[in-house]
Each structure stands twice: as structure tokens, then as C-alpha cells.
């Protein structure tokens, strides 16, 4: 059961979904992020092969599997920090191989990622390591500070906004991390093992996040090995469960 | 002024972007001290180089006009020679004026080394007599000839024998100062190539962060650039005044001193020094730039 209590304030999220019926218009039929018949091997041994899919705008899924079945490494190929053994990822229609580092970079602003282990800029304050990407985009600080406002609301860190990183709990950090993957407005949100580090009750409060985003029209892939949390959205989204087996990826079944 | 108008942004620099990139103890310092001992060491070499270039233009300039008639005869025929030699000269072509040293002249020529009491009337000295040479020169070939024909005890010197080891000796020397400063800079370059490396190793998460929100690799690179520049400019700043300070504590040029006293800079070389700041930053930008752009190549 998802606890509803994170009190989203829909009409506020003005950052999030401002943009979103035009760019959803737009993406209607895109394919955000496209593998076709990838394999990736690391040290010679080969982690999974002939992987085919597609992300559509505004879908949802979950990656799971076993420990070291490679959805860390699936995730890291869908942002371009890795570049498949073979076979073509393209992201935002540009098969990565073909893409410059500066496109790349690009990309990720249009590509929110949160980690297990989120990091941040330790010697920057909370509202300092949120506006990051704002920063080094070349956005004006003071534009979007109202955003930046609005967001930590949403994410229940604005009496936290001064805080540097080191002093914020395991649930602030992932819901900080959260923050920042949206402030840019991305198109796909990638999370990996969200809920890793949190307890339950936060890691419903990161998934009920999660599924709002995904009724805003953001496209949301969730790497994890938590069946619970699996079976806790599936009552409230429709999403796609892949599951890396075998060296190949499947779509899982009613087992779930 | 698109050059002048980078120079001053960059100068100017991103706040946000400086402040992404955590201060630094040790490289702060190192790059600093490093810059300002190489720039210490670029006055002396400068310094060194332009003293050398005088030199070698002086002794070049002076000596490749003037020559000597040495006489050596027995007393009674000494008056007679001389006379002889100096109508020999003044009707070659190529020499301006020929005038026979005085005892007084001749005594204060030898007294560096017998003292000012020598007695030159009891010394058997020959007769030197100064040969000014005009801008296209005599014929030395053709003036010994003759010398030898009407004069027996005339020799010509005209200095060629020590002047070109004098010459190039200084300019040598010139070459080695700015041998000297292009190592001094590619040895800053070397250091502060360390320095940013270290920097950049030591913030491997910074950039690490920044790269996964969309930092290009020009953005988190123009921090490091910035930074190492500016530390670069204020260490080596800080060495030239230090330097020029050294310089201005030598003892002034003096006929006495030769050389050694004449190490200082002169007239407009003194302006010379505000280049050198300006290179340490150049090579610390250009380093710190190779340095920060091989790193990020190496990073997802």
C-alpha cells in the first residue's frame, strides 16, 4: 500500500509541468531511449546480451534481477556513461557512439538519474547542490530560484535547504537526490535502487514521488531488487517489469 | 577585442563554477610558491640575458672600429717610426684618425698591473698608437704590407684575434638566459601540470557529480583553468617584484666593476617584467587546460 501522505501539491509543481503538455505533444511516439540488440561485457565476461527496447514518453518501469546481473550497468548505457560492447543505444534518437561528449553532457540534462548512493557536493549547502544543474547549464541562479523553492517543497526539504550533505539522513539524501534529477524538468528519470538505503515508510514516500512524476508525463525507469516495492506501484501505475536473467532481458511475468 | 573580450571573461570567470570546484590546500600553495620562484628566477635570467646583449653589442660595436700600430724599435728610431707609421695611416683609405698614445695614456694602460708609480721612462716600452677605423674599415692585409715595408717595427693589431671569442662568449651568454627562461617556463608548466592533476584527482567526485547533471567537460575544465591561472599570475607577480627588488639591490654599472655590475636592467627593459606574470599565467592556463582535458577524456 502506498502511503499518500506526501502530501503532493499538484497545482504547485509549476517546474514540472509547465512544459509538459507541449514537450508530451511533441514526444508523442518519440522513442526517449532506444537499445537494439545490445550486449555489454566487462573484463571479458559478458553481463547480458541481445537487449531490445524501446522507452516511450511517459512510461514506466522497473529493472530488476539478481545481485551483479547488470542493472546498474543497463542504466549507465541508457544515460551514456557507458558505451555498449554491442549493438546501438540511442538516446533522444542519437545512437551514442555518434555522440560527442559534449553531446553527451547535453543529454544528461534531459536525463535525471538518482543512485543508491547519491552524491553530492559536500562543501555546497542543499538549495546549492539542487540548483547544480541549473548552474552548469548556464542558468541564472536567481530565474529559477522560485523553482528550486518549489521543488524542495515537494520533496519536504525546504527547512532543510541550508544543510550541507553530510548532515542530511539516508531519506533526505535520496529524496535530495530526487530533487535534483528534476530540477532540469528531464524527460526520463533513471533511479537506481531509490529505496536502498531508506526504510519502508520513505521508500514508499520516494515511490509515491516516482508515480506522480509519471502522471506528470515523465518517462520513469527504477532499477531494484525489492519485489515489495515492485508490487506496492503496480497497484497504482501500469508499469513494465524487465528482469535481467539468464544474460538476456525479459519481461516479467504475473509473479509478480 | 573577441580575444581581449575571453581574456576578460575568462578573468572575470563563473562564480557558480568556481564555487562548484572545493578549495584546494596544497596545490593552492604549490602552484603559488612554484610560480613565484620560477619568476624570481626568470628576472635574474632576463636580466643575465639582455647584460650579456649589451655586452656583446658594446665590445662588438666599439672594438670593430679601433685598432692598434704597436712600434718596437730602438729608442733613437722610435720618434722616426712613429712618424712614419702615423703618414702610412692617415693616407690608407679606411682609417678616420691615427693618434699616438701619450706616456700618460700608455702609464694608466699598464698601471692595472705594475701599480701607478711605474717608471716608464726607465722601460724599454714600444709606441701604441690608436687606430680609428671609419664605417667601411680598412684593408688589414694590405695595411701590414705596407707598414712592413716603410715601417720594420710596426705591428697591426686590430683585435680581431680576441675580439670574436669576446663576442661570442656574450652572446652565448645572452643564449643561455633565454634558454634558461624557456626551461624556467616549460619547468612551471611541468609543476603546475602536477599540481592540477592532483587538484583534479582529489575532486574526482566533484567532477564526477557535475558530469552526471550535464556539466561538459569545457565548464568543469575552465574551473581548474581559472583557477591555476590566477594563482599562476599572483605567485609569479609576487617573485618579479621580489626579483626586481634583488636587482635593484646590485651594485650600479660602473667601468670598474666590468661585467658583473652591469647585470642590472636598463631604460625600457625594466617594463620587460610585467611579461612575466603575464607568461607564468599563459603556461599555467595552457598546463592546467592539457591537464584537466586528459582527465575528463579518461571519465564517463
Redesign the interface.
Known sequence: MIETNGKLRHNRLIILRSDLSAKAVRQKGRKLIEFERVAHSYSGGELFNEVSLRLAPGSFHFLTGPSGSGKTTFL?LCY???VPSSGVVRIFDDDVRQMS??DI??A??RVG?VHQDC??????TLR?NLA??L???GHE?LDDDANLKELMGWVGLTSRADALPPELSGGERQRAALA?ALI?SPDVILADEPTGNVDWEMSQRLLTLLIELNRMGKTIMIATHDLGLIRAAKNHVQARVLRISGRRLQLAGADL | MSVLRSVIDFAIGDA??E??V?PTGFTVRLTVFSAAAMAFLVVFALALSLAAGRLADRWSDELARSATVRISAPAAQMAAQTEAALNVLRTTEGVESARALSLEEQRALLAPWFGPELPLDALQLPQMIEVIETASGFDGDGLRLRLAGEVPGAVLDNHARWRGPLVSAASSLRLLGWVSIVLIALATGAMITLAANAALAANA??I????????????IAQAFMRRFTLRALAGAAGGTLFGAFALLLLPSASEEGGFLTGLGLQGAHWFLLILIPILAAVVAFLATRLAAHNT??SL?
Not at chain 2, 208 to 219: E, I, K
Open positions: 549507465k551514456g556513461a557507458l561528449r559534449d553532457a547535453l544528461r540534462r538519474v552524491q553530492f557536493l559536500d562543501h555546497l546549492e547544480l544543474p548552474t552548469v547549464s541562479a535534483r532540469m | 557558480q563554477a564555487k562548484a572545493p567526485q566533484v564526477a557529480v557535475m558530469r552526471l547533471v550535464g556539466a561538459r567537460d569545457s565548464y575528463l577524456r564517463t
